[in-house]
């Protein structure tokens, strides 16, 4: 009786982790039938380059949730990814405008990622706030500090080799495409094929047996926000090139996606966790759907109301899942 009260609870939490994978396919095939040129080729190649800035993020993201657990309330969670970038995306805007370096701009950026990343680290590891607080009120005060610094005005790119991030193609593809896919690649290895990774994962998946196996769980969580905070600078430059200059706001709309993402991408992972390529596959699906919905002439604001019920149902499910486990 026993073992088939678990099997019964197993097939639940399986049925309703690929919930929101199938509303999401429901969706996409909705769109696709509603706007005839949107599986083509052309397409594909919108969708993967404004999917960019998401997927940079949601590299980071995923290594904080690895470290600190996939539990969407206590377990580990960034929000500050998308303020860094825009803070990072603001510091290069007006010091290049100011005619300064563009090497010194982005190590400029660079220096400030990382206090913002030892910041949420101090906070998680040393003070023992909840990740979920401590990022959130770090998403607000950093937004404020790239308000005072750009005096939240648009601001125009005019530095050519992050434009190139853009246009510029490089052995047939995109060079913007080209560079995260690298990157990419570099963060799959690293989280999931080094040790480095794997003790991070441990730490995420039980904090007590890590610890007892003598890995310094705090250590490696205070690490994974200085990954998140460097993809937080990485992501800045791509913001930037995408927009072509720094606009107010940016980070509202990517961290609405970059959640987003992270959660779906859990639903192709086969024990329903967050990895790196579950969480770039959903960054590539979410920007399916954005620029899908804009297709079919949804209106912005209604967009922006289903993202948010999306990422409710996502999250939501993600927590019967765990719970059915």
């Known amino acids: 009786m026993q073992a088939s009260a678990r099997n019964q609870k197993h097939r639940l939490a399986t049925i309703v982790g690929l919930l929101p994978l199938i509303i999401f396919l429901a969706l996409l095939l909705y769109v696709g039938l509603n706007a005839p040129n949107f599986m083509t080729i052309v397409n594909l190649k919108l969708v993967l380059a ?7 993020s949601v590299i980071g993201l995923s290594a904080v949730v690895m470290a600190g657990g996939d539990d969407v309330v206590s377990g580990g969670i960034d929000m500050s990814i998308p303020a860094t970038a825009v803070l990072c995306a603001g510091i290069v805007a007006v010091m290049t405008g100011a005619g ?12 400030a990622a990382m206090l913002v990343g030892v910041v949420n680290a101090v906070l998680v590891t040393r003070l023992r706030m909840a990740p979920l607080l401590a990022t959130l009120a770090m998403f607000v005060a950093v937004v404020g500090i790239t308000n005072v610094i750009t005096e939240r005005k648009r601001l125009n790119l005019n530095v050519e080799s992050i434009a ?21 690649l570099l963060a799959w290895f690293f989280l999931h094929r080094s040790k480095w990774g794997l003790n991070l994962q441990a730490a995420g998946g039980s904090r ?11 250590r490696l969580v205070a ?14 430059f791509f913001t930037l090139a995408r927009a072509n200059g720094y606009s107010p706001g940016a980070q509202d709309n990517l961290l609405l996606e970059m959640v987003l993402a992270t959660f779906l991408g859990a639903a192709f992972s086969p024990r329903r966790i967050v990895t790196v390529w ?11 759907i954005s620029i899908g919905l804009k297709t079919i002439g ?10 948010g019920a999306l990422i409710v149902i996502v999250v939501a499910l993600s927590a019967i899942s765990q719970w059915a486990q």
């Not at 007590?208 to 705090?218: F, K, L, M």
């Not at 579950?278 to 399916?288: E, R």
């Not at 949804?298 to 993202?307: G, P, Q, R, Y």
Request: proline share 2%.
């Open 100 to 111: 300064q370096p563009a090497i010194l701009a982005a190590l400029a950026a660079l220096v």
């Open 298 to 307: 949804v209106n912005v604001f209604w967009t922006d109301l289903i993202k």
């Open 164 to 184: 190139a991030l853009r246009g510029d193609i490089a052995f047939g593809i995109p060079l913007g495409i080209l560079i995260v896919a690298i990157l990419s």
């Open 50 to 56: 404004q999917s960019l800035t998401v997927v940079l």
């Open 208 to 218: 007590d047996a890590a610890e007892i196996s003598g890995i310094r769980v705090d």
């Open 223 to 236: 690490q994974s926000y200085l990954v998140a905070a460097f993809m937080g600078f990485v992501t800045g």
């Open 278 to 288: 579950g969480a770039i596959l959903g960054a590539v699906l979410v920007a399916a």
